[in-house]
């Protein structure tokens, strides 16, 4: 089972989804550029909580070139790059991070896998895209947490202990038990905090989340998520999770998804931004950031993308990992960001919100720069 985001990137490598004309990154020598947004932008370290940059399938390589485009457009230093999803097997999984570093050694102009938090200034540095591998789901590791060692040696930096579903590791947000998390996934926060992999507990359960907030050595991730305040959905984190996230340390991304609000139009940048308001009161600007849930590439939303969407989420409800909200009628993007450089187009709307400068450049990233750092060791 794919995930929704992986079902758009795949459409992408078939030549179903359109990218726009990279930006210029840098003014022509002499000239002045007078856009403080755009200023900021080219200066902040941009980190995408939750996002995919190319398809890591059999056909993932040679990587197709709008994903090559959409990363030069896109402005963004680095993402929180999920390499499969749910129902993934361990053999599987190996094939995919090996398609992402074939991916990277080919273009190592344009993509750049990060193994250690100095890798995200190189990226920015350099202009690459840093490529931070994640997994939402833990089925890969089975019952063998020496698996967790294999991955981090393969790249992997960040690993979700459940999807939305049950799993060996805790309650996912649509299992209406909600029985938090199990003895083997306390194992595995600690084996992750000893090894450096950052827990990540967005589709996780209500009891899942704050058990593992609770017993996690260092701060942990929400990676990408809503306010439950502000639209009661399963996939939105409701205030206690949110400020006890934060107390600890850790980091809350907002994405761009249908559950952030009812419906029945179009999800709207206001719909984000009035998550990113209440979440900054519950957690403070040091704890909030986006987690757009959204691939580099953006969507062509034409009729035949319509059609597979919707035999997509008929999947997804078959699986049992269709999230309430999910529907053919509010496809999964906003039509203002449905482009690369949304990041910049998320500043812009946050500076006319009224957030200065300094708390723009954290949204944007620098918390998220921050607490990786405070996870894996900052060398």
Same mark, same amino acid.
């Given at each position: 089972?794919?995930?929704r985001?992986?079902?758009?990137?795949?459409?992408?490598?078939?030549?179903?989804?359109?990218?726009?004309?990279?930006?210029?990154?840098?003014?022509?020598?002499?000239?002045k550029? #007078?856009?403080?947004?755009?200023e900021?932008?080219?200066?902040?370290?941009?980190?995408?909580?939750?996002?995919?940059?190319?398809?890591?399938?059999?056909?993932?390589?040679?990587?197709?070139?709008?994903?090559?485009?959409?990363?030069?457009?896109?402005? &963004?230093?680095?993402? !929180?790059?999920?390499?499969?999803?749910?129902?993934?097997?361990?053999?599987?999984?190996?094939?995919?991070?090996?398609?992402?570093?074939?991916?990277?050694?080919?273009?190592?102009?344009?993509?750049?896998?990060?193994?250690?938090?100095?890798?995200?200034?190189?990226?920015? !540095?350099?202009?690459?895209?840093?490529?931070?591998?994640?997994?939402?789901?833990?089925?890969? =590791?089975?019952e063998?947490?020496?698996?967790?060692?294999?991955?981090? /040696?393969?790249?992997?930096?960040?690993?979700?202990? #459940?999807?939305?579903?049950?799993? =060996?590791?805790?309650?996912?947000?649509?299992?209406?038990?909600?029985?938090?998390?199990?003895?083997? /996934?306390?194992?595995?926060?600690?084996?992750?905090?000893?090894?450096?992999?950052?827990?990540?507990?967005?589709?996780?359960?209500?009891?899942?989340?704050?058990?593992?907030?609770?017993?996690?050595?260092?701060?942990?991730?929400?990676?990408h998520?809503?306010?439950?305040?502000?639209?009661? !959905?399963?996939? !939105?984190?409701?205030d206690?999770?949110?400020?006890? =996230?934060?107390?600890?340390?850790?980091?809350?991304?907002?994405?761009?998804?249908?559950?952030?609000?009812?419906?029945?139009?179009?999800?709207?940048?206001?719909?984000?931004?009035?998550?990113?308001?209440?979440?900054?009161?519950?957690?403070?600007e040091?704890? &909030?950031?986006?987690?757009?849930?959204?691939?580099?590439?953006?969507?062509?939303? #034409?009729?035949?993308?319509?059609?597979?969407?919707?035999?997509?989420?008929?999947?997804?409800?078959?699986?049992?990992?269709?999230?309430?909200?999910?529907?053919?009628?509010?496809?999964?993007?906003?039509?203002?960001?449905?482009?690369?450089?949304r990041?910049?187009?998320?500043a812009?709307?946050?500076?006319?919100?009224?957030?200065?400068?300094?708390?723009?450049?954290?949204? =944007?990233?620098?918390?998220?720069?921050?607490?990786? /750092?405070?996870?894996?060791?900052?060398?």
């Amino acid at each position: 089972m794919i995930t929704r985001r992986q079902f758009t990137v795949t459409l992408a490598a078939a030549g179903g989804l359109a990218v726009a004309r990279p930006r210029v990154l840098f003014a022509q020598a002499g000239a002045k550029d #007078t856009n403080p947004i755009a200023e900021l932008y080219r200066r902040a370290v941009v980190i995408d909580g939750c996002s995919e940059a190319f398809a890591t399938g059999p056909d993932g390589f040679p990587v197709d070139p709008k994903a090559i485009a959409a990363a030069a457009a896109s402005g &963004v230093t680095a993402i !929180n790059f999920t390499v499969v999803g749910p129902g993934t097997g361990f053999e599987d999984t190996v094939g995919a991070i090996a398609t992402v570093q074939r991916v990277a050694e080919a273009n190592p102009d344009r993509y750049l896998v990060v193994r250690r938090h100095s890798d995200i200034l190189r990226a920015k !540095n350099s202009g690459a895209l840093g490529l931070i591998l994640g997994f939402q789901t833990t089925e890969m =590791l089975g019952e063998e947490l020496s698996r967790l060692a294999v991955f981090r /040696g393969l790249g992997v930096r960040i690993v979700q202990l #459940t999807y939305n579903e049950r799993s =060996l590791y805790g309650d996912g947000c649509l299992e209406p038990a909600n029985a938090g998390l199990s003895n083997l /996934g306390r194992q595995a926060v600690a084996r992750m905090n000893a090894l450096g992999i950052a827990v990540d507990v967005s589709h996780c359960g209500p009891r899942t989340t704050a058990e593992a907030i609770e017993v996690s050595a260092k701060p942990i991730l929400i990676s990408h998520t809503g306010c439950r305040a502000v639209f009661d !959905n399963p996939r !939105n984190k409701d205030d206690a999770a949110l400020r006890a =996230l934060a107390e600890r340390g850790g980091v809350a991304g907002i994405y761009l998804m249908p559950y952030l609000s009812a419906g029945p139009g179009p999800i709207t940048v206001d719909d984000l931004l009035r998550h990113v308001d209440h979440a900054v009161g519950v957690c403070g600007e040091d704890h &909030v950031g986006i987690g757009s849930d959204q691939g580099i590439v953006p969507i062509d939303d #034409t009729p035949e993308y319509r059609r597979q969407l919707r035999e997509e989420i008929e999947a997804r409800k078959k699986a049992g990992v269709s999230a309430p909200g999910e529907s053919v009628d509010r496809p999964p993007f906003i039509s203002e960001l449905n482009a690369p450089d949304r990041m910049e187009k998320i500043a812009a709307a946050l500076s006319a919100r009224g957030y200065n400068a300094a708390a723009i450049e954290k949204v =944007l990233g620098a918390n998220f720069h921050r607490v990786l /750092g405070e996870i894996w060791g900052t060398t």
